[in-house]
């Protein structure tokens, strides 16, 4: 849903005559829609970029398609690699979300770091018994 910009982002919900805080509850200073929450917002960009650092070479901050695309065409990640970006994306898509829904509806905040190492804790678990666990890690993430 995230890929193809259907979550129920507060741009989309006030389309559908739904009231709500129409901006982003992670950083305030923007409207929320899901360019700006994947990855736009300092508070997201952030988040990948201290995942995945291959993304501190963007001069602008991508979107999740165009993220997702430079997974795929990069010449410079094998099968193995790109599998590891798309599931490091897969949890960090999550948890954004999921951060930003508890803010929403739950009143709950988490930092930025604690954000972080929550996905980096579920990366590691799923990648545990991965073949290419070390160079994975060592190469492509600081978690």
């Given at each position: 849903?995230?890929?193809?910009?259907?979550?129920?982002?507060?741009?989309?919900?006030?389309m559908r005559g739904i009231q709500v805080p129409?901006?982003?509850?992670?950083?305030?200073?923007?409207?929320?829609?899901?360019?700006?929450?994947?990855?736009?917002?300092?508070?997201?960009?952030?988040?990948?970029?201290?995942?995945?650092?291959?993304?501190?070479?963007?001069?602008?901050?991508?979107?999740?398609?165009?993220?997702?695309?430079?997974?795929?065409?990069?010449?410079?990640?094998?099968?193995?690699?790109?599998?590891?970006?798309?599931?490091?994306?897969?949890?960090?898509?999550?948890?954004?979300?999921?951060?930003?829904?508890?803010?929403?509806?739950?009143?709950?905040?988490?930092?930025?770091a604690t954000i972080i190492c929550n996905i980096?804790?579920?990366?590691?678990?799923?990648?545990?018994?991965?073949?290419?666990?070390?160079?994975?890690?060592?190469?492509?993430?600081?978690?």
């Open positions: 849903m995230a890929r193809i910009g259907k979550l129920k982002t507060a741009d989309n919900l006030i129409p901006h982003c509850s992670l950083c305030s200073g923007h409207l929320e829609n899901h360019s700006h929450l994947f990855f736009d917002c300092d508070f997201t960009f952030y988040i990948l970029k201290h995942i995945l650092p291959d993304f501190n070479s963007f001069l602008l901050r991508p979107t999740l398609p165009q993220v997702l695309d430079y997974i795929e065409n990069s010449l410079s990640f094998d099968r193995t690699d790109k599998e590891f970006c798309y599931l490091a994306i897969s949890c960090i898509t999550y948890h954004i979300w999921k951060e930003r829904s508890s803010r929403l509806f739950s009143n709950l905040k988490y930092n930025v980096s804790l579920v990366v590691r678990l799923k990648i545990a018994k991965w073949k290419h666990k070390p160079t994975l890690l060592q190469r492509l993430t600081s978690i």
